[in-house]
Structures are given as structure tokens and as C-alpha cells.
């Protein structure tokens, strides 16, 4: 199921970054008095009662600029609002209104989006209050007073997002369909890729990295399969494109990786794997979805008897977190191996949505515990007792134990191995997670 996206926005220097964090009750976004402190977007899962949602926070737009940086974060908080289902206007009451916020009340307004007006830095409502009325001024409705230093406020922004959300279109019957999600840098070929599985033209494909802009869904028939694809798609103004055009790939990702059960990561043989795939890939592997590593420009590649050897080991060094994942190497301009994208697609999708029967589970784990003793601390062992899966999309089991602390992450790795060993799912992450049972 599709998560909204949030988009907090507002001018630098409002307390974005401040808000995000305190939201997300972790520091993931650089905090600091300089404006245009908050360089990469950055995203994280918000759970409100019973919904969940994925927030972003956006470098702060400067509506009329010259600074480069300014004019590049202005950019990205374009793209943000493009993705966003829900965009959260966050302003400063102690800076009080000013003209820069009307210009991007105008600039919201555009998008034809819910827009929630916030009124941040109201540390004491008594004293604060009456100063968020001028913010009526913007005509965006109710400006809700909110403190991200203090953390005050929230319920009631939370409740007004949700509101907004589509929560209907949460509850929608549900797509059967497999969506696959194709991500990677810029200009690694991506459209490429779904040109030639559908056998047109029908993606815009340039040299000039960021051409893609919009997801787009593409639907692919194949032995009487349906499958759909999500990339990004329509051409960028020439004037637009920037230097570091790798930052946007961030938020488009997230939104397709959102949306997808499978993620295809286009890697550009030309230029070998990059700390930007590795980050790419870890938004994917970080929301449990399966996963084909795809080597494109192939045919580019000069080659002997060791270079896939080398072009394997690379990417698996790199991207060492995910060993599971699949790796075909391909030309979107030939169509060399593009059959096999297909064959491995359709064996991940199935390892993804995969369930074991629970005895089945159990005689693994009995021969694991017999073949590695359980660690033990201070006298006390670890006790494995039972184990049974409780979800698929990934596959997601659940041990029962006698004391979590005893269950070191090495112990969780090997139980995970002697289950892929038996089963295999490969192209799928596996996640286990420990319960605590009391001793009888």
C-alpha cells in the first residue's frame, strides 16, 4: 500500500529542519542558524494513531535569489511539492509575515495542493498567539501555532494532515498487479531500460542527465503477464538542469519505491557502482522491497575473462548490506539479457511474497541451535523456543525467546542464513524479529 507523502516547505531559516526532527523523534536533518543549512532533502516514516505517512523536509525556497544554492534548494522544494500529496507551509512567528511568504503562499497555491499553514516557534501559546492572526493574511486558512523546540502543537497539525490525506484511497482494493519500481542516478539509462521492454518509444530519453522528471506508470505485457512499471518520466527545461541533479534522484525515489513490491537499481556500467547507488538502494532495502541490481550499457564495457567477476565483487562490496539481491547485466541499446530481467523478476516476485509453513520453520531452527550453540552471557543462554512467519512483502517471521538481549544481530544473521540456505528467496530481504516469552 501507497504511503501520502508530506512536504514541510517554507522559507530558510523558519525551523523546517527543527519540526522534521522533532516529528520523526530522531536528528536527521542538519540544524543550524545558517539559512540554507538543510542541503538534501531528507525523508523519514511518520506514524500518527493508525496512519503512516512519509515526511520530507526541503532545503527552504528564496523566491527571488540569485545565490546558486538558494536558487538549487528552491528547486528541490519544487520537486517536493510536485511529489507531495500533503504539503505542511511552515512560517516563523517571530520573524513575523513577511513578503517572501506571500510569495510562496502564491507559489502553493499553484500546485493545487492541500496546503496546512504552520505557524512555528510559539514556545508559549499566551504570549505567541495573538501574533499568528496576520498569518490569516496568506489566505490558506487556519494558521496552527506549532513549536518544534518544545514540541508543541502536534496533535493538532498531525490530525489536520490526516485529514487531508486521501485516506480513502489507502483503503482501495488493492492493485494485484506487481509493481516494479526502476531507480537509479540520473542518465544511468533508466527509460532506456523500459523502452526496449515495451518496444517503443514511449519514454522521453536524452543524454542530459535528469531528463526524467514526473512517475509515470508504464504497464508491460509479457507471456500473459501484467506488469507495472514505475519510472520517471517528462522532459526537463534545458535551463533547469543543474549540476547536482543527483540530490533530486532522493524524493523521486522514495516515491516510487513507495508504490513498488519489486525495485529494478540501474547502475551505469560505464562508470561502476557509486556512493549515490548505494544510498539509492538503501531506501529500498530500508522498506523491505525485492531487489534486481541491473548493469546497464553492457555493450560499452571493454571486456576479458575476469570482468563480470570484477563488476560482480564491486557491487557486492559496495552494497554489502543486501547479498540477496539479484544481478543481471544488461544493454537497454541491444537488448542483451533482457529476457533474463523478466525471468529473475518473476522468481523474485514470487521469493517476495513467500510463506513457510510454520513446522517447516521450527525442525530449521531446531537443526540451527543444534549445529551453533545460542550466545550466552553472564550465565544466562539464549533460549530460541518457537518461530512462525507472519507476514510476506518481505517475509517477516517472528522468534520467540527467553531474553532479547541475548539475541546478538549475529545470531539473527545466522538463523536468517540457514533459512535462505533451505528456502532461498532470493531478490527478497528477510526480516526477523524477536519476542520475549516468559520461562514456564
Known sequence: MSKPIVAIVGRPNVGKSTLFNALAGEDISIVKDTPGVTRDRIYAEITWLNYSFTMIDTGGIEPDTGDLLLSRMRDQAEIAIETADVIIFLVDVRQGLVDADFQVADMLRKSHKPVILAVNKVDNFEKFLPDTYEFYNLGLGEPLPVSGNSKLGFGDLLDEVIKNCDVSALEEEEDERPKIAIIGKPNAGKSS????????????????????????????????????????????????????????????????????????????????????????????????????????????????????????????????????????????????????????????????????????????????????????????????????????????????????????????????????????????????????????
Open 193 to 440: 531500460m523500459i523502452n526496449k521492454m515495451l518496444g517503443e518509444e514511449r519514454l522521453i530519453v536524452s543524454d542530459i542527465a535528469g531528463t526524467t522528471r514526473d512517475a509515470i506508470d508504464t504497464v508491460i505485457h509479457r507471456n500473459d503477464k501484467e506488469y507495472v512499471f514505475i519510472d520517471t518520466a517528462g522532459l526537463r527545461r534545458k535551463n533547469k538542469v543543474k549540476e547536482e541533479l543527483e540530490r533530486y534522484s532522493v524524493i523521486r525515489t522514495v516515491a516510487a519505491v513507495e508504490r513498488c513490491d519489486i525495485a529494478i537499481l540501474v547502475i551505469d556500467a560505464t562508470e561502476g557502482i557509486t556512493e549515490q547507488d548505494a544510498k539509492i538502494a538503501g531506501i529500498a532495502h530500508e522498506r523491505g522491497k525485492g531487489m534486481i541490481i541491473a548493469v546497464n550499457k553492457w555493450d560499452l564495457v571493454e571486456k576479458n575473462d575476469k570482468t563480470i567477476y570484477k563488476f560482480t565483487s564491486k557491487i557486492r562490496e559496495v552494497l554489502a548490506y543486501m547479498s540477496y539481491a539479484e544481478l543481471v547485466f544488461v544493454s537497454s541499446k541491444t537488448g542483451q539479457r533482457f529476457p533474463k530481467i523478466f525471468d529473475t523478476l518473476d522468481a523474485v516476485i514470487e521469493n517476495h511474497a513467500m510463506r513457510v509453513q510454520t513446522g517447516v520453520l521450527n525442525e530449521i531452527l531446531a537443526e540451527a541451535v543444534a549445529m551453533k550453540q545460542p550466545p550466552s552471557d553472564k550465565g544466562r543462554r539464549l533460549k530460541l523456543y518457537y518461530m512462525t512467519q507472519v507476514s510476506v512483502k518481505p517475509p517477516t517471521f517472528v522468534v520467540f525467546i527467553n531474553d532479547k538481549q541475548l539475541m546478538h544481530f549475529s545470531y539473527t544473521r545466522y538463523i536468517e542464513n540457514q533459512i535462505r540456505d533451505t528456502f532461498g528467496f532470493r531478490g527478497t530481504p528477510i526480516h526477523i524479529i524477536a519476542r520475549e516469552r516468559k520461562e514456564k
